[in-house]
């Protein structure tokens, strides 16, 4: 009885034994996913690459302070999974929009990263009063040509924010030297980040004392590079369709008072709720543009929202 019994606990070992090694090789071939790699769930601990840089300026992973500070934001970001794939999907839509603003201004590519931890690429408010993409400040805006009101807030204009960002980052870099620590100010703010370099007396972002939100601000941007750089290395199983897309617009100018946007947008074929959705800008359902100012009202193409 017992060396039966022995018999079948081991061929019940090797059938089970069978199933796995056959779950293993059972790799998804359709675009579906309906075919699963394993139907369970694990945690991998992460090899932080060693490699890594913002803007083309190195991070000091020999550093083991450094090396684990990184590794940390790795492993929050990686294993957030469906703000990553909300991260890949916003990025198809938004970047586009970005990267050729940075790359007129001779900005580094790398910074659209910081509009993704700013923001998540949603028109975020901070309590603090920032807004948009970009989290720009009411006086910055003003200060840098944005109308900022409640009838009309420009820092929802994700263009003219990109180009205030821009200008701001050039001129952090030209004071303190670094794309890092330019990157570091527009969390802590010029003045913020060089009184603690002096305070220090040190010359490099990495060896600054700070605060939790801008000692971690470099590690979450280059966190998020790494994994929207490489999705698969992280577990992120996604195809082109199912990311988000800009809907293609066309311009049409605006040099007098609106006093009725539902009715404005009805001329063009659209309701109130798509002309607001791409032209976030419009903060009230009418234009009281006293000034005559000439405004570029963007209206979806025909046929997208049908």
Known sequence: MKIIQKALAFVGLLSLC?????????????????TKLINDYNVYALQVPDNL?????????????????????????????????????????????????????GVPDDFKYLAVIE???TNAVSP?????????????GRENGLEVNKNVDERYNLEKATEVACKYLLEAKNKLG???????????????????????????YYDLLLGEETGRYLFRIVALKEI?????????????????????TYKVEVDTAVTDFTKFA?????????????????????????????????IPKEGYYN
Request: hydrophobic content about 40%.
């Open 18 to 34: 069978t199933l796995f090694i056959y779950a293993l090789q059972d790799a998804p071939t359709d675009e579906n996913f309906e």
């Open 53 to 105: 840089n913002f803007a083309g300026e190195a991070m000091p992973l020999e550093n083991p302070d450094i090396l684990e500070r990184m590794d940390r934001e790795l492993l929050v970001n990686t294993y957030w999974q469906s703000n990553g794939l909300l991260m890949f999907k916003r990025a198809k839509k938004y970047f586009p929009v970005i990267e050729p603003i940075l790359a007129k201004h």
């Open 119 to 121: 923001s998540g690429l």
């Open 128 to 140: 603090a009063g920032a807004r948009g993409v970009w989290q720009i400040m009411p006086a910055t």
């Open 178 to 204: 670094s794309w890092t620590l330019a990157a570091a100010a527009y969390n802590a703010g010029n003045a913020g980040v060089s009184r603690r370099l002096k305070e220090q007396g040190v010359s490099e």
């Open 228 to 248: 929207l750089s490489n999705p698969k290395k992280y577990g992120f199983n996604f195809r082109d369709k199912d990311l988000y897309t800009n809907i293609p």
């Open 266 to 298: 009805q001329r063009f074929g659209i309701n109130y709720k798509l002309l607001k959705l791409h032209n976030p800008w419009l903060r009230e359902p009418h234009l009281n543009n006293k000034s005559r100012k000439a405004y570029l009202v963007e």
